[in-house]
Nanobody, 128 residues
Framework: QVQLAESGGGMVQAGGSLRLSCSAS??????????MGWFRQAPGKDREFVAAISWRAVSTAYAESVKGRFTISRENVKNTVFLQMNGLKPDDTAVYYC???????????????????WGQGTQVTVSS
């Protein structure tokens, strides 16, 4: 059973940066093909896609709202995925979730329904 744990959330002023981490246990990224994604959910809103990265980091995808500001990366030997968030805006305030989808190809997935495993989430709050 894959377990995911996010960290790195917090409160920051607009224009600031945060780096989220997602650590996986119960699997090994070097041998098991997981596309990893970040999603977020703001109060009163549906959960939305933020970014995704393929198993061997060949492909990435971003929501238009974060493109150019956020960067997703992974270190398979450490079973860890990162989301570097720069130029944060108050609209980025949300609970951020890490998710894993078992996909052997170099593709990425944007739909939350493709992801079988989820972390508990980490709060990101951006003040104006």
């Amino acid at each position: 059973q894959v377990q995911l744990a996010e960290s790195g959330g917090g409160m920051v002023q607009a224009g600031g940066s945060l780096r989220l981490s997602c650590s996986a246990s119960g699997t090994t990224f070097t041998t098991n093909p997981y596309c990893m994604g970040w999603f977020r959910q703001a109060p009163g809103k549906d959960r939305e896609f933020v970014a995704a990265i393929s198993w061997r980091a060949v492909s990435t995808a971003y929501a238009e709202s974060v493109k150019g500001r956020f960067t997703i990366s992974r270190e398979n030997v450490k079973n860890t995925v990162f989301l570097q968030m720069n130029g944060l805006k108050p609209d980025d305030t949300a609970v951020y979730y890490c998710a894993a989808a078992e996909i052997r190809s170099a593709g990425v997935r944007r739909s939350e329904y493709d992801y079988a495993y989820w972390g508990q989430g980490t709060q990101v709050t951006v003040s104006s």
